[in-house]
């Protein structure tokens, strides 16, 4: 049940018309309509003014403003842009309605002063429906958009990480060229190096001629008098591209010993530097730096 001592708030309704005698109708038939007990409404002003900025005044905090006129016309128009606002509702007092064998008729006047607060209170709540039903678009909007935002901030922690991935991976492709160029440049006469097999020089001379090599030392002063291409000896190996080429170098310098054998000086001075020739005929260190 609804408190009585309850206060409910009245429709404050303000009239704007062209001239006095239309104003005297118009608060005759506001007085005979019984709006305020009735309806709740009161109709606080009824202004005959055609000034703009009176009108603006007067209307100022009404809740419904009816503008007197002969349909919606330029003036209407005028009006209602400059009276309109986001708190307010501007309608027409149609002027057509209320005259009657060309005089203004009180009783037509109230029932148009009800009809038109009646279509005004009408359009307020269409107004209202489309404004709850945007509000519900807006709402709905709102949840799609947070949603979709959510979504584009998780990309961007995404596009992040990969995009941090993709550096690091960029580095290590980077160090890999680097790599990969310098090997191609310290190998890339790979193929124009001749490969030499290695094979122990004693076994060898015992293959090609039946008997051990007696001093191995003298095949290394030899060898390294006579300076062969492609022919190493040194710590008591031989470096050649064959094993039919290391024997064909021993063959000769078999021959070659014969010959100076019996030339006993010129051979211990030859000895003497045998350090020396194992140095410039080192197996392992010739082999090592062979690539480079």
Same mark, same amino acid.
């Given at each position: 049940?609804?408190?009585?001592?309850?206060?409910? @708030?009245?429709?404050? !309704?303000?009239? #704007? !018309?062209?001239?006095?005698?239309?104003?005297?109708?118009?608060?005759?038939?506001?007085?005979?309509?019984?709006?305020?007990?009735?309806?709740?409404?009161?109709? @606080?002003?009824?202004?005959?003014?055609?000034? +703009?900025?009176?009108?603006?005044? !007067?209307?100022?905090?009404?809740?419904?403003?009816?503008?007197?006129?002969?349909?919606?016309?330029?003036?209407?128009?005028?009006? %209602?842009?400059?009276?309109?606002?986001? %708190?307010?509702?501007?309608?027409? +007092?149609?002027?057509?309605?209320?005259?009657?064998?060309?005089?203004?008729?009180?009783?037509? =006047?109230?029932? $148009?002063?009800?009809?038109?607060?009646?279509?005004?209170?009408? @359009? &307020?709540?269409?107004?209202?429906?489309?404004?709850?039903?945007?509000?519900?678009?807006?709402?709905?909007?709102?949840?799609?958009?947070?949603?979709?935002?959510?979504?584009?901030?998780?990309?961007?922690?995404?596009? *992040?990480?990969?995009?941090?991935?993709?550096?690091?991976?960029?580095?290590?492709?980077?160090?890999?060229?680097?790599?990969?160029?310098?090997?191609?440049?310290?190998?890339?006469?790979? &193929?124009?190096? /001749?490969?030499?097999?290695?094979?122990?020089?004693?076994?060898?001379?015992?293959?090609?001629?039946?008997?051990?090599? =007696? *001093?191995?030392?003298?095949?290394?002063?030899?060898?390294?008098?006579?300076?062969?291409?492609?022919?190493?000896?040194?710590?008591? &190996?031989?470096? =050649?591209?064959?094993?039919?080429?290391?024997?064909?170098?021993?063959? #000769?310098?078999?021959?070659?010993?014969? %010959? !100076?054998?019996? *030339? /006993? /000086?010129?051979?211990?001075? *030859?000895?003497?530097?045998?350090? $020396?020739?194992?140095?410039? &005929?080192?197996?392992?260190?010739? +082999?090592?730096? +062979?690539?480079?």
């Amino acid at each position: 049940m609804e408190n009585e001592n309850s206060v409910i @708030s009245k429709v404050d !309704v303000r009239i #704007i !018309v062209s001239g006095l005698d239309i104003a005297e109708v118009v608060s005759k038939s506001v007085d005979n309509t019984q709006l305020e007990r009735d309806y709740n409404i009161i109709v @606080s002003s009824i202004i005959p003014t055609n000034n +703009f900025e009176i009108a603006k005044k !007067v209307a100022n905090g009404g809740d419904i403003i009816l503008i007197g006129g002969y349909g919606q016309d330029e003036n209407y128009n005028l009006l %209602f842009n400059d009276l309109k606002t986001d %708190f307010n509702h501007v309608g027409l +007092f149609d002027y057509n309605n209320i005259i009657k064998n060309e005089t203004v008729d009180s009783n037509l =006047a109230a029932d $148009e002063i009800l009809n038109s607060i009646i279509r005004a209170a009408l @359009s &307020y709540s269409l107004n209202l429906v489309n404004v709850h039903t945007l509000e519900n678009k807006l709402l709905k909007l709102t949840h799609k958009y947070n949603s979709l935002l959510d979504d584009y901030n998780k990309l961007i922690e995404d596009y *992040d990480d990969v995009s941090l991935k993709n550096k690091e991976l960029q580095e290590t492709i980077d160090d890999l060229k680097s790599d990969f160029t310098a090997f191609k440049s310290r190998y890339e006469d790979i &193929y124009s190096k /001749e490969f030499l097999e290695i094979y122990n020089l004693n076994d060898l001379w015992q293959e090609a001629f039946r008997e051990d090599l =007696a *001093d191995a030392k003298k095949v290394t002063i030899a060898t390294n008098k006579f300076k062969p291409e492609n022919i190493i000896v040194g710590q008591g &190996y031989i470096g =050649a591209q064959s094993r039919q080429d290391a024997i064909d170098w021993l063959k #000769i310098i078999k021959t070659a010993l014969i %010959f !100076v054998g019996n *030339d /006993e /000086e010129d051979l211990k001075r *030859d000895l003497n530097k045998t350090s $020396e020739v194992e140095d410039d &005929y080192d197996i392992s260190n010739n +082999f090592e730096n +062979f690539w480079d």
